[in-house]
Every structure is written in structure tokens, then in C-alpha cells.
């Protein structure tokens, strides 16, 4: 096989090819096998995703085919997540480390991030930002690179997660405006107010997970489920938000598809769904004063489920 195979474009044929025989999920970043092989091979090779179409016909040598066919074979075999398989993966046009201490990065809000949250912001004053549930760190430090006058916190609860984020400050060299804390949502971050505050926290119910494709099951647990209806963190997060929300502050939130059960839940909350190219991606933006003004249905719909 090796004989046959010699470009950079015939591996990453050949790695869509078994990778749509063999059935696999693409919901890490890709959602098709000519770009998930694209992304192995690539990435594999220490090439920029935006390599020019001329190199394509660029040959590998030996040891390179066994290491990329090794991958192929391993992203068919065990399902993992190509990021993990090599690495490093690209959210909002940055390169992060991505490796099973966290989700791999892959969310609409990157689109947000890379229009500087137009028209949301656009007569606001941002002066601190806050990733909460930030995993990877890949929102809160493309925030900080989008926007260099931000000073960004990035929380998340796992030792694990906060270790990658640190190590993705570091490699975006985000030290003076990034930092990493670890707390239980809001609870180590006491008495800190910010002008945004950007969650993509766990959503998907435990029926889902059950029946997620295998690839989902190389990712922390702690990363995706967040109870029956996936609302769990996310009523928290409403709950105590205001406090941490300056006078004209948001709250930018993803839910995915427990939109739906969300706003079942509280019917009287003005939530604004967000578009994005593709349409509405299950996250809503609030401002704190409808957090405040609707306080009393948040802490029911919270303490109802304690």
C-alpha cells in the first residue's frame, strides 16, 4: 500500500475514503471525511491547514506514510477524535493543543469571537471577560487574541482541563491578559464583576449521551452531560450570573439542543437565539438586567430540581 500511496493528496484520499467506509462520526470540528482526513494528514505532517493546492503533489517518505497511515487506521479502529490523534486543532481561525484532558474545541461561538461579537458589543465597554466552563480554553483565549485590551478569566472546575488550558495560554503567549482559575462555576471568583460572560457548559441529557457514537467516548464525561433534561449547569449559571455581571453586562450562553427544554422551563425569560451562517445554533444571549428581573422563576426552576 505504501508503494501506491506517495502524495500528500493520495493519503488524504485515501483517509476519507476508509474513513466514509467504515462508517464513522464527524462531529469534532468536521463534519465530513474529506476534511477530517485533510486535518490527520495535515496536522500529521506539520503543514498549515492552509497548505496551497501546488504542495498537494508533494511526496512523503517512508517514515511519514507509516506515521500517517498508522493514524488512519487508529482513527477507524479505536474512534478517536482526530484532534487527539495528533494534537492540536483550530478554533476560530488559532491553533490549540487538544488532547483528552478536555472536550476537543469545536463550538458556533467561534464565529462570534472572530466578528468581535457584532452587533452585541458593538456599543458596549468591555473591559473583563470570563470563559466559564472553559475546558481547553480555547473561547476565552481567542477572546483575549480578538480583542488584546480584554483581560480574560478562563474557570473551569477539572484540575485537568485548567492544566490544558494553561498550556494553551502559554502557546498563544496570553500570559499578561489570559488566566486560567479553577473553580465550581462562580464560586472561586467571588466579588469579580465582568463586562461579558461566555459559557459553553456541559448540555447534552443522559439519555443522549447513552446513545452518543464511540468517538464522544474518549472526552471527559464531566465536559458533556449535565443531567435529564441538560440543564443542570446551565440553571445555575442563570442563577448566579447577575452578581458577576457588570450594570450593562451579557451572558452568552450555549445549550445546544436543550434549547427546546429551556425554554419549556422558563416561558417568561427573553431569551435572544442567536444567528449564525447556518441558522441558530442553541445559544441565547441575556442581559442582566432580564437575569434580574426574572430572578424568582431562574431559582424556582433551580431549586425544583435540588
Known amino acids: 500500500m505504501t508503494s501506491e500511496l506517495s502524495s500528500i493528496i493520495d493519503f488524504i484520499r485515501y483517509g476519507a475514503s476508509r474513513f ?5 462520526t464527524f462531529g469534532h470540528s468536521h463534519d465530513n471525511p474529506i476534511d477530517e482526513a485533510t486535518h490527520l494528514v ?29 493514524l488512519i487506521e487508529r482513527r477507524v479502529a479505536e474512534r478517536v ?25 469545536r463550538s458556533p461561538i467561534a464565529e462570534l469571537i472572530e466578528s468581535r ?15 466559564l466552563c472553559t475546558g481547553s480554553g480555547c473561547i476565552g483565549i481567542a477572546m483575549a487574541e480578538y480583542n488584546p485590551d480584554w483581560q480574560v478569566d478562563l474557570v473551569d472546575v477539572s484540575d485537568d482541563a485548567l492544566s490544558l488550558a494553561n498550556e494553551n ?44 457514537p464511540a468517538e464522544y467516548s474518549h472526552e471527559p464525561v464531566l465536559g458533556l ?55 441558530q445554533m442553541g445559544i441565547f444571549a441575556l442581559e442582566r438586567r432580564d437575569l434580574l428581573e426574572h430572578a424568582r422563576d431562574i431559582s424556582a426552576a433551580r431549586a425544583a430540581r435540588n
Open 225 to 279: 452531560t449535565s443531567g435529564d433534561d441538560g440543564l443542570d449547569i446551565t440553571l445555575r449559571i442563570l442563577d448566579e450570573a447577575a452578581d458577576h455581571l457588570s450594570e450593562d453586562g451579557l451572558l452568552i450562553v450555549e445549550v445546544g439542543d436543550s434549547e427546546h427544554a429551556l425554554v419549556a422551563l422558563l416561558p417568561r425569560l427573553p431569551f435572544v437565539w442567536l444567528e449564525f451562517k447556518v441558522g
Open 20 to 24: 466514509s467506509a467504515a462508517g464513522l
Open 117 to 131: 461579537f457584532t452587533p452585541w458589543l458593538d456599543d458596549r465597554h468591555v473591559e473583563r471577560a470570563l470563559d
Open 81 to 105: 477524535p482526530v484532534a487527539y490523534l495528533v494534537g492540536e486543532t483550530w478554533f476560530a481561525g488559532l491553533k490549540f493543543k487538544s488532547d483528552r484532558r478536555a472536550l476537543v474545541p
Open 169 to 212: 495560554i502559554a502557546y498563544q503567549h496570553a500570559e499578561d491578559r489570559v488566566r486560567a482559575i479553577k473553580s465550581d462555576l462562580f464560586a472561586g471568583v467571588k466579588g469579580v464583576v465582568y463586562d461579558l460572560i461566555v459559557s459553553n457548559p456541559p448540555y447534552v441529557t443522559n439519555d443522549e449521551y447513552a446513545a452518543m
Open 42 to 70: 495535515l496536522a500529521a505532517l506539520h503543514l498549515p491547514p492552509d497548505l496551497p493546492p501546488a504542495y498537494g503533489t508533494g511526496k512523503l517518505v517512508s517514515d511519514e506514510r507509516e506515521k500517517v497511515l498508522a
